[in-house]
């Protein structure tokens, strides 16, 4: 493959669908790097909860945004786009393909399509969802939105408490999104999907669970306990331990849950790539599948 378009290939799917291998062996195939776009990746001491690949798996590809972050710094969609706009415009310098792989739907969003600016919080209102979430918890917040039933936030997360204030707080300033135009960038951009039948995504699932059970994923929530309140660390894999740690759930009850929620991440992601318009899906990790629709691409 050449030519002169630069073409930025973006392989996203649900969690355990088997994007990151192959999104690495594309990437000696087209001699480039990645770009990760999964958000929990970004943070050091989460490498088995959240399914980094190592140096072994990575095959001497470059990784950017992964491992450059504390559990505790914020960052966020917006910051993401700057950063990776930056590092896109070095490698497309000398390269024509880049990859960026992941299933974090916003960070993916931003990247692409940049973000609509949004208003300054009300600083009162965000004190008192702060307050609701330190007396009630994740519950409450949970409670509360169902409550104010924000119409047009179908996508967000309801096991992040930031992503919830932030709803609230959309949705208290009388905010919907909306169709907007997407932001101008300069190169062409080509969206894979992987899309598995359930089934099987779901065994993969189980399947991923009990392997980061068997390589240490107790023993590393357990170190980060003490931060279990950080932003970061409001995700599938570690709040379900946090709570067995609690003595809410029993060890196997609290793998049992980490599936299920696993599960139902992986429907709330797909649920966004089918949003994306003009993404392509193949039916699992064939590089010849995908090879075909890069080639279909640059040739238009």
Request: glycine share 8%; hydrophobic share 40%.
């Amino acid at each position: 493959m050449g030519g002169k378009q630069k073409l930025l290939i973006c392989l996203v799917g649900p969690t355990a669908s088997g994007k990151t291998a192959l999104s690495i062996e594309l990437a000696r195939h087209l001699k480039t790097e990645i770009i990760s776009c999964d958000s929990r990746q970004f943070y050091k001491e989460m490498k088995i909860g959240t399914a980094k690949p190592d140096l072994e798996e990575m095959q001497g590809i470059k990784h950017h945004f992964i491992d450059f972050l504390n559990p505790a710094d914020y960052f966020s969609a917006g910051d993401f786009e700057r950063a990776a706009l930056k590092v896109l415009d070095e490698l497309f310098l000398e390269k024509d393909f880049v990859i960026v792989c992941g299933g974090s739907g916003l960070y993916l969003n931003a990247l692409l399509f940049g973000l609509d600016e949004m208003p300054a919080a009300d600083l009162n209102y965000r004190t008192e969802l702060e307050l609701l979430f330190k007396e009630k918890g994740l519950e409450g917040l949970q409670e509360l939105f169902r409550l104010k039933n924000p119409i047009g936030f179908e996508n967000t997360d309801m096991r992040n408490p930031q992503r919830l204030m932030r709803a609230l707080e959309m949705q208290a300033l009388g905010i919907e999104r909306k169709e907007r135009i997407p932001a101008k960038r300069n190169f062409e951009i080509l969206v894979v999907g992987i899309d598995r039948p359930r089934e099987e995504l779901y065994a993969r699932i189980n399947e991923r669970v009990n392997h980061m059970i068997q390589s240490g994923l107790v023993e590393e929530a357990r170190k980060l306990y003490p931060f279990r309140n950080l932003n970061s660390l409001q995700t599938v894999g570690y709040n379900e331990l946090f709570s067995y740690f609690d003595g809410e759930w029993n060890l196997n009850e609290a793998i049992d849950k980490i599936k299920q929620h696993t599960r139902n991440y992986a429907k709330r992601q797909m649920t966004w790539f089918r949003k994306i318009n003009g993404i392509r899906w193949i039916g699992g990790d064939s590089i010849e599948e995908l090879l075909a629709v890069i080639e279909e691409k640059a040739a238009q």
